[in-house]
């Protein structure tokens, strides 16, 4: 693997990291924690991104933003 991959794989691992604490934080556990990260990729790809880098990922308060409105859609 090259430099590059392997930052990409530490940023991928970090994203993960933060929305499992976020789903901590929301009492999302199981298959909910599962949907979430559903729903999160499903708003990146219909542009509703978040404006951490150019990729669309979601700054930690922006996933807070996003937690609330996956519970309220459910």
Do not use: C
Not at 3 to 31: H, T
């Amino acid at each position: 693997m090259n430099n590059s991959g392997f930052y990409v794989l530490m940023g991928r691992k970090r994203d993960l990291k933060q929305v499992d604490a976020i789903a901590r934080e929301f009492n999302m556990g199981g298959e909910l924690r599962i949907a979430f990260g559903l729903f999160l990729e499903e708003e990146k790809k219909n542009g509703y991104g978040g404006t951490l880098n150019s990729r669309g990922d979601f700054t930690y308060e922006e996933l807070r933003q996003k937690a609330q409105e996956f519970l309220e859609g459910i």
